[in-house]
Structure formats: C-alpha cells, structure tokens
T-cell receptor
C-alpha cells in the first residue's frame, strides 16, 4: 500500500525559514511532488524530485532521499502569502503512474 | 484564458439525486483526472483518462462514472448521491503519462454539498 506522512500544522514568522517534512512508503516509487494549496483554491505545482538531492527554485527548495523514503520542502524568506497548505505526493508506477497525496501541512506565517 | 475549467463551482443537492460536473482543459494535454478532497483536506485520486481511455479506477463506488467525449473534456456523473459524497471535486490534467516528471494542472474545484 501507499502511505504518506507529514505534519498537520506548522507556524513560522515572516522572513524566517521553515522546513516541512514528508515521509513516504510506496511501491514502484517514481518521484515526489510538492503542491501548494491556498484556502478555497486549487493545488498548484511547486516541485518534483526523482533523484536524491536538493532542487532549488527561488525561495523554495525540495529535497529527496529515496533510501530513507524522506523529502522536505524548504521555504526561505517567508512571506505572509506563503500561508497555505503544502501537499506532498508520491508517484508510483503500477502499469500507470498513480499519485498518492498526503493530508497536507497547514503553514501559518505570522508577522 | 483558463487552463482547466470546471462547472459548476458550487452544487447543492438532495440525497438520491443524480448530478454531473463538467471539466474542460485547453492545454492540449493527453491525460485528465478527477480528485476528491474531503473535509479533512485529504486529496484522493478517483479516475484518470488517457486518450479517452480509463486507465486508473481507484476503488470508488460505481455510482461515480467518468465520461470523456474527447481528450479535452472529462465529466463526472454521480448517481444516487449520498451525504458522504459532500466534498470538493477537482479536475486536473497533465501532458502525458509517459513523461514522468508530469505537472498536474488543477481546475478551481466544485464544492458539492449533499443535504
């Protein structure tokens, strides 16, 4: 079966750095996605990792360790608009690519 | 121009009714999906279509039936609605299942409330 685990809620201060962790157990692993979802809106793509290591994209970076079944999303220079839910999704292949989403981490950024 | 659109945005209906949600994408993508997001914000895939063929069918009740008249449209029809069907339903599309690093583009969602 597939299992994705991430913290339910995190808080941080504007301008700070926050790391959102995600652990996964999935068969036929083919990569890990991070999505951002603001309240009442659709998820939007942030990053995709398939190889071990860190992928940097502006203020956001995503890290993957396949051997540990672990990923994190790093947000730097936090802004109020970063308050949102961050969804971790593992991609598995069983004939077709099936994404399994975690329940999301609600990040609250305060002044 | 909206990339993935859904109608209606809100849908309130009574138990036992039959309803449909429509989805259209103008990205030229080959694969479309339906997701259900419950009150706990858990996003779960229901179906996906690739070139008009159903390729993923998670264990959803057969009251739910996806219909794809062409690769730009994937509609969701729900029969005999139940209280537990209340959720936000998202349509999404991606370029091609053969491209592993596929980014999914989500529609704005349809909030279904069954009373």
């Amino acid at each position: 079966g597939q299992n994705i685990d991430q913290p339910t809620e995190m808080t941080a201060t504007e301008g700070a750095i926050v790391q959102i962790n995600c652990t996964y157990q999935t068969s036929g692993f083919n990569g890990l996605f991070w999505y951002q979802q603001h309240a009442g809106e659709a998820p939007t793509f942030l990053s995709y990792n398939v190889l071990d290591g860190l992928e940097e994209k502006g203020r956001f970076s995503s890290f993957l360790s396949r051997s540990k079944g672990y990923s994190y999303l790093l947000l730097k220079e936090l802004q109020m608009k970063d308050s949102a839910s961050y969804l971790c999704a593992a991609l598995s292949s069983g004939g077709s690519y099936i994404p399994t989403f975690g329940r999301g981490t609600s990040l609250i950024v305060h002044p | 121009d909206t990339a993935v659109s859904q109608t209606p945005k809100y849908l309130v209906t009574q138990m036992g009714n039959d309803k449909s949600i429509k989805c259209e994408q103008n990205l030229g993508h080959d694969t479309m999906y339906w997701y259900k997001q419950d009150s706990k914000k858990f996003l779960k895939i229901m179906f996906s279509y690739n070139n008009k063929e159903l390729i993923i069918n998670e264990t959803v009740p057969n009251r739910f039936s996806p219909k794809s008249p062409d690769k730009a449209h994937l509609n969701l029809h729900i029969n005999s609605l139940e209280l537990g069907d209340s959720a936000v339903y998202f349509c999404a599309s991606s370029q091609d299942l053969d491209i592993v690093s596929y980014e999914q583009y989500f529609g704005p969602g349809t909030r279904l409330t069954v009373t």
